[in-house]
């Protein structure tokens, strides 16, 4: 039932064609808040010309500012999320010492009791937020799954993915651009 729901709300938005195209290239995100799986808070915005994420949880807040941003959106039920996954999770391994930022963002309405689970199993080593009810995939006017946001430390789309990369250096190349407009190589 949840599966077939979300099918057919991705088929939906993908039906209503250019006027809800996917963010592209070029463009700045648009500010978010949701939840990371832990039960922090995660807020991702872009602030005197940089992007900033900042995390509120009972342990206390923490503020970041990477020089780029990997977003994710994905589902466990969605088969190509988890071959993406498995690209992130590298890309993540590669590029965390250079201030790159991977944030998953599941749609999957069960939240926490999907995503947990599918977590530990993958031992996925970047963050993850819950987007049950899609506001921000919505608000990136995601089209399908996955789409990948490679975003610079401006906040600014350097690219954007939709479907698993085809090519795996694809990543590497997109973070290497966003890299360079934040002076780090």
């Known amino acids: ?14 039906l209503l064609g250019s006027a809800w195209a996917a963010l592209k290239e070029g463009k700045p ?12 808070a995660i807020s991702v915005i872009i602030e005197k010309g940089a992007l900033v994420m900042q ?28 071959i993406a996954s498995k690209q992130l999770a590298q890309i993540y391994q590669r590029y965390r010492q250079k201030g790159v930022v991977v944030l998953g963002i599941s749609i999957d309405e069960d939240g926490r009791s999907s995503v947990v ?11 993850v937020a819950l987007d049950p009810k899609a506001t921000v995939a919505n608000r ?28 795996p250096t694809e990543l590497s190349r997109a973070i290497e651009k966003a890299l360079r407009k934040a002076g780090v190589r």
Do not use: Q
């Not at 039932?1 to 993908?14: K, N, S, Y």
């Not at 995390?55 to 039920?77: V, Y």
């Open 1 to 14: 039932m949840v599966r077939t729901h979300w099918g057919l709300f991705i088929l939906a938005l993908g």
């Open 29 to 40: 995100i648009p500010p978010f808040e949701t939840t990371l799986v832990d039960g922090r």
């Open 55 to 82: 995390t509120k949880g009972t342990k206390g807040n923490e503020r970041m500012r990477p020089k780029a941003l990997i977003l994710d959106f994905w589902a466990t039920w969605c088969v190509p999320c988890h």
């Open 117 to 127: 689970p599918f977590l530990k199993e993958h031992k996925t080593p970047y963050l």
């Open 140 to 167: 990136f006017r995601v089209e399908g799954l996955p789409t990948i946001y490679v975003v610079n430390g401006k906040g600014v789309i350097v690219t954007a993915i939709e479907g698993v990369p085809d090519d």
